[in-house]
């Protein structure tokens, strides 16, 4: 996972990926890297900067990632960003089964 950490923080620098949709996608998958190689603060951080990227962004990968996030940072509800994130990542799933 290390790998493939560092191939989505590189593709990430060399495209930009200046469109919102791909650059959430790669935010999600860096966020569940994070957790998986147990980097709590990173994970926040990645995860944070998904949802920024991520509002308003209609896609399956897009809901797919807020989902595992939503589920996955309830095990952290300790931690007030976690908390925070979870509740964010709730509020953009509650709007994406809303859109047209």
């Given at each position: 996972?290390?790998?493939?950490?560092?191939?989505?923080?590189?593709?990430?620098?060399?495209?930009?990926?200046?469109?919102?949709?791909?650059?959430?996608?790669?935010?999600?998958?860096?966020?569940e890297?994070?957790?998986?190689?147990?980097?709590?603060?990173?994970?926040l951080?990645t995860?944070?900067?998904?949802?920024?990227?991520?509002?308003?962004?209609?896609?399956?990968k897009?809901?797919?990632a807020?989902?595992?996030?939503?589920?996955?940072?309830?095990?952290?509800q300790?931690?007030?960003?976690?908390?925070?994130?979870?509740?964010?990542?709730?509020?953009?799933?509650?709007?994406?089964?809303?859109?047209?």
């Open positions: 996972t290390a790998g493939a950490r560092v191939q989505l923080h590189a593709a990430m620098e060399i495209h930009g990926l200046n469109r919102r949709r791909s650059r959430a996608a790669v935010l999600g998958n860096l966020g890297i994070h957790l998986q190689e147990g980097d709590v603060d990173g994970a951080a995860r944070e900067e998904f949802l920024d990227c991520a509002g308003g962004v209609q896609s399956v897009i809901r797919a807020a989902e595992d996030m939503h589920v996955r940072l309830a095990r952290y300790d931690l007030p960003a976690a908390r925070e994130l979870s509740q964010r990542a709730g509020v953009l799933l509650a709007a994406s089964s809303t859109a047209p």
